[in-house]
C-alpha cells in the first residue's frame, strides 16, 4: 500500500506551501517528514489526507485518487495532525467509541488500542481532565484505531515526557513493521529511531530524499545535515 505524489502545488495567496512536489512511498516504509517551520510539510500530509485540496499534481494512495476517490483513500489513512483536536468533554473510551462508530470498527478493537498506547491508566477520565501528554496517546489511538495501511503522524511524541516518548517510538516501531508511515518531528532522535528514509522540506521544495544512513553520512549528524540544507 504506497503513496506517489505527483507535481503537488499549493499556495495560499502569495505564499507557496508546495511548489512542484514529487515522490513516491513503498509499502512498508517509515519516512521522516524533515523541515523547517514553514516548509510545507503539515500542508503536504493535510493533502495526502484529502483535508487540503492542492492546487495542482495528483496524490494516489495505492490505485486510487485522493482527489476524484477520496471514500477509498480516506479508509486506508490513519492520521495525527499537530494540533490533535479532540472533543474534551467527552470521556476516552465514548470518544473511542464514536471513532469506532464512524470507521465501523468493533468494539473489542478500543481495549486493544487503549492497551497498546498505554491509555489504560487514564481511561476512565475525561479527555479534558488528562495531561498533554495523554492526549496525545488518544490522539494515536484514534489514528490506528482502524488499524490503517497507512499512517500518517504530525508530531507524534509532542507534549510528552522522556518515558512517555520510548513507549510511544515503540508502538510506531511496532506499527511501522507492517504499515507505511509517514513521521515529521523536530526531534532527530526520533528520526534516527525510526525512520529508514529521510525526505527534506524547504519553502515548499524537497531539497533532499534519500536512506537516512546516506543523509547522515554527508554531514556529523542529522542536526548538521538539517541545518545545512535548510539554511
Known amino acids: 500500500m504506497g503513496i506517489i505524489i505527483n507535481g503537488l502545488t499549493k499556495n495560499y495567496g502569495n505564499q507557496i506551501a508546495l511548489d512542484q512536489v514529487s515522490f513516491s512511498i513503498r509499502e512498508g516504509e517509515v519516512v521522516g517528514l524533515l523541515g523547517p517551520n514553514g516548509a510545507g510539510k503539515s500542508t503536504l500530509m493535510k493533502s495526502v489526507t484529502g483535508a487540503i485540496i492542492p492546487d495542482s499534481g495528483e496524490i494516489k494512495i495505492d490505485k486510487f485518487s485522493v482527489l476524484s476517490q477520496p471514500v477509498q483513500t480516506k479508509k486506508l489513512i490513519g ?5 490533535n483536536p479532540l472533543y474534551h468533554e467527552m470521556y476516552v473510551r465514548e470518544y473511542l467509541k464514536f471513532v469506532a462508530d464512524i470507521r465501523n470498527e468493533k468494539k473489542e478493537r478500543i481495549e486493544e488500542v487503549i492497551k497498546k498506547v498505554g491509555l489504560t491508566p487514564e481511561s476512565h477520565k475525561k479527555i479534558g481532565q488528562l495531561s498533554k501528554g495523554y492526549k496525545q496517546r488518544v490522539g494515536l489511538a484514534q489514528a490506528i484505531l482502524s488499524n490503517p495501511d497507512i499512517l500518517i503522524l504530525d508530531e507524534p511524541t509532542n507534549g510528552l515526557d522522556p518515558n512517555q516518548i520510548l513507549e510511544i517510538r515503540e508502538v510506531i516501531r511496532e506499527i511501522g513493521k507492517s504499515k507505511t508511515v509517514i513521521l515529521s518531528t523536530h526531534i532527530m532522535q526520533e ?9 527534506l522540506l524547504n519553502k515548499g521544495k524537497i531539497v533532499s530524499d534519500s536512506p537516512i544512513e546516506e543523509f547522515k553520512g ?14
Open 191 to 199: 528520526v534516527e529511531a525510526l525512520c529508514s528514509r529521510v525526505i
Open 218 to 231: 554527508q554531514y556529523k549528524s542529522l542536526e548538521d545535515a538539517f541545518h545545512q540544507l535548510t539554511v
Open 79 to 83: 492520521f495525527l495532525p499537530e494540533n
